[in-house]
């Protein structure tokens, strides 16, 4: 039903900034904005690990690693989905993912991977020191 794709990645140093957009291929009959959106990021060697969310009414969620650096926004006219990332330190070089949501399953957190049943296929960010 949704096909997302990342752009936007690359390397900066510390203290730079990125900005991520996951565009969003939706089939006929469903609308995006009915969709919960979410980044995930992956470092090598760890787990993959939630850092921003959206529902579908703009409500937003962080990881407490990000709050007050991320920012997570949505465009509904334009199917997708930015991550504004500023003040960016070395730990949060990782692999960043977009996903999308039909369903919420409500005894979970937004940062739970099962939520997600759309993903896209990542986009490297390094930070440098």
């Known amino acids: 039903q949704v096909r997302l794709v990342e752009s936007g990645g690359g390397s900066v140093q510390a203290g730079g900034s990125l900005r991520l957009s996951c565009a969003a291929s939706?089939?006929?009959?469903?609308?995006?904005?009915?969709?919960?959106l979410a980044w995930f990021r992956q470092a090598p060697g760890k787990e993959r690990e939630g850092v921003a969310a959206i529902d579908s009414d703009g409500r937003t969620k962080y990881a407490d690693s990000v709050k007050g650096r991320f920012t997570i926004d949505r465009d509904n006219a334009k199917n997708t989905l930015s991550l504004q990332m500023d003040s960016l330190k070395t730990e949060d070089t990782a692999m960043y993912y977009c996903?999308?949501?039909?369903?919420?399953?409500?005894?979970?957190?937004?940062?739970?991977?099962?939520?997600?049943?759309?993903w896209g296929q990542g986009t490297q960010v390094t930070v440098s020191s």
């Open positions: 939706v089939a006929s009959g469903y609308t995006y904005s009915n969709y919960f």
């Open positions: 996903a999308a949501g039909s369903r919420r399953l409500l005894d979970l957190s937004l940062f739970n991977q099962r939520q997600y049943n759309y």
